[in-house]
């Protein structure tokens, strides 16, 4: 049959559904941090270890869940059900936050984590099942990063109206917002639906090992009750607080079920897994760095970075509702040290007193501003943007770099691709080594370019890694099993991300901030170092299906 260099029409409304529900997570997400650590415009107030600890465990959750959608819409539900069922539940949950009292958010958080569940494993599956037909299968990798661009400028754009209805209106209008993104993602999935449909194809029936009520027995079950022993159960918090203890408990069944799929699968499937589980079981790090972004970096953007704008960009983006604004007015603050950590007493209780805003604290006094102006500050979320502004950017370079490559048969196979990611990754951190060098530990502002610099580099590790994961996890899975692993590579996603928040909970251990980047920095050369000494292994266990 001849093949296609076009994409199948259902890509560009899965496009756009992509997008818009991006908008919504990363909308979310990119002012839940400052949203928790926030203690003068309705925030929760809590101090940053407290903030990164619940930030890390919401986006492992959110990645820990797609195991279950995933399974369920295998068996059961099929996957434009449960990409509906995501939707609407990940929906209401954004709403929900803006809904004050614990209550409500803890809801609206379990609501996103049940939701995305059902979404983001499954409209990924949809997207690899688009490709499975010999007139589009040469596109898949193709579809794969246009795709992951979708996802980018969603996350793009969300921040710029986060920072423009917070800093006007108030949090909640924020979180709204997000809803309503999620739910006009659903309306273009609706309008597309008729080109996605024959996508959905569920899988034939399971052997009686792989039945869903046994893995729901045998290891769901295990999982929460494991969950609930890290956190009830265990005397004093083994890995630094009892939703950590509880975490890394409950990800132990699932983790077992996993390396049971290798051991038990028969030798036709059992390389494509092995190798699969490799790269799952190295690319956590990597996760555990880049999501710091929301935490660790986001507090290095907030009080360590000169955000200061000149009265002409301020005169343009004041009317955009992202500009912050500050003047030599005392008010009550929390008590920072030098290195931004809160006071405490004896009790816990973090310290106010009166004194100018904290972002004074480490500025220069000639850049003070002057009695009744005020210093005009770019919103510290918008920082959130840079990553997705180098995805889009960065996207079609790297692209025809590695199409460069492999006219003149110098191409990296895919796992290669991956340990380069990493090594890359590595060298992002190295670039916040330097800002912690010439800003003297935090004791000056340090520029914005060294920030936006980090988020430049990482992104080309991003663009090496996370794109050729996807792909690999559509190629390589067994078709019985293809939504399964895909839960996987997001289940490597959720460790990760759950690590993320347990560093970044360590930042104000770190009295020179060097160190925290270079914990970081090793942390990726060694995860780099095991996939280039599997890199021969790996190349035999994919064999044809992989370049």
């Given at each position: 049959m ?14 756009f ?12 997400l ?19 270890k407290?903030a ?23 068996r ?6 449960s ?9 209401l ?19 996103i ?7 983001k ?22 579809g794969?990063?246009?795709f992951?661009m979708?996802i ?6 969300c921040?710029f ?7 006007n ?9 997000a ?10 999935f ?6 996605i449909?024959?996508a ?32 009830v ?17 409950g990800a132990l ?8 799929l290798?051991?038990?699968?028969d ?5 494509s ?17 880049f999501?710091?972004?929301?935490t ?8 360590f ?8 960009v ?19 603050y929390?008590?920072?040290?030098a ?5 405490k ?12 805003h904290?972002?004074l604290?480490?500025?220069n006094p ?25 995805v889009?950017?960065l ?8 199409g460069?490559?492999?006219?003149h ?9 991956i340990?380069?990611g990493?090594?890359?990754t590595?060298?992002?951190t190295l ?21 936006i ?18 792909s ?28 993320s ?16 980047f ?8 060694v ?5 280039f000494?599997?890199l021969k ?9 992989i370049?």
């Amino acid at each position: 049959m001849k093949t296609s260099s076009r994409h199948p029409k259902g890509l560009q409304f899965l496009f756009f559904t992509e997008m818009w529900e991006r908008f919504g997570y990363y909308l979310m997400l990119g002012i839940f941090f400052l949203y928790m650590t926030d203690t003068q415009k309705g925030g929760l107030s809590l101090d940053k270890k407290e903030a990164s600890d619940i930030f890390g465990t919401f986006i492992a959750l959110v990645f820990l869940t797609p195991f279950i959608g995933g399974l369920l819409a295998d068996r059961i539900l099929g996957y434009v059900n449960s990409i509906y069922i995501g939707g609407v539940l990940m929906g209401l949950g954004y709403m929900g936050l803006a809904i004050p009292g614990d209550t409500a958010l803890y809801v609206s958080l379990l609501l996103i984590i049940i939701g995305n569940g059902f979404f983001k494993p499954n409209i990924s599956t949809l997207l690899g099942n688009l490709y499975n037909t010999p007139v589009y299968s040469s596109q898949k990798d193709s579809g794969y990063n246009i795709f992951y661009m979708g996802i980018n400028i969603g996350a793009f754009i969300c921040n710029f109206f986060g920072a423009y209805l917070r800093n006007n209106f108030g949090w909640g209008y924020a979180f709204f917002a997000a809803g309503i993104g999620m739910f006009v993602g659903l309306i273009i999935f609706a309008l597309g639906r008729k080109h996605i449909v024959s996508a959905d194809v569920r899988k034939p029936a399971q052997s009686q090992d792989m039945s869903l009520m046994k893995i729901l027995g045998w290891v769901l079950l295990p999982a929460i009750l494991a969950g609930v022993a890290g956190w009830v159960l265990i005397p004093g918090n083994w890995f630094g607080s009892d939703s950590t203890d509880a975490f890394i408990f409950g990800a132990l069944p699932i983790t077992l079920f996993y390396i049971s799929l290798y051991v038990k699968g028969d030798p036709a499937e059992k390389k494509s897994i092995g190798a699969l589980l490799a790269i799952f079981g190295v690319v956590i790090v990597f996760w555990a760095i880049f999501k710091q972004n929301g935490t660790a970096l986001t507090t290095w953007a907030e009080n360590f970075t000169d955000r200061a704008l000149s009265e002409p960009v301020a005169r343009v983006a004041k009317p955009l509702g992202i500009v912050q604004e500050i003047d030599l007015e005392w008010a009550e603050y929390p008590v920072f040290d030098a290195q931004f950590r809160t006071s405490k007493d004896s009790l816990g209780n973090t310290l106010k007193a009166m004194g100018p805003h904290p972002y004074l604290k480490n500025l220069n006094p000639n850049e003070y501003p002057v009695q009744g102006q005020s210093l005009k500050l770019i919103s510290t979320e918008l920082f959130q943007s840079v990553n997705p502004f180098f995805v889009v950017l960065l996207t079609p370079l790297v692209v025809g770099f590695f199409g460069f490559l492999r006219r003149h048969k110098r191409e990296p196979s895919t796992p290669a691709k991956i340990g380069w990611g990493l090594v890359i990754t590595a060298l992002s951190t190295l670039v916040m080594v330097g800002a912690v060098a010439v800003c003297n530990n935090g004791l000056d502002k340090a520029s914005a370019l060294w920030l936006i610099s980090c988020y430049g580099v990482i992104t080309i590790g991003e663009l090496f890694l996370s794109p050729m994961g996807l792909s690999l996890v559509s190629k390589l899975s067994p078709p019985r099993l293809t939504a399964v692993m895909m839960g996987g590579w997001f289940l490597s996603t959720s460790i990760g991300n759950k690590l993320s928040g347990v560093l970044a909970g360590l930042w104000d251990q770190y009295q020179d901030k060097s160190y925290f980047f270079l914990t970081n920095c090793l942390g990726a050369l060694v995860a780099a170092a095991a996939i280039f000494l599997m890199l021969k292994w790996l190349k035999q266990a994919m064999g044809s299906k992989i370049p």
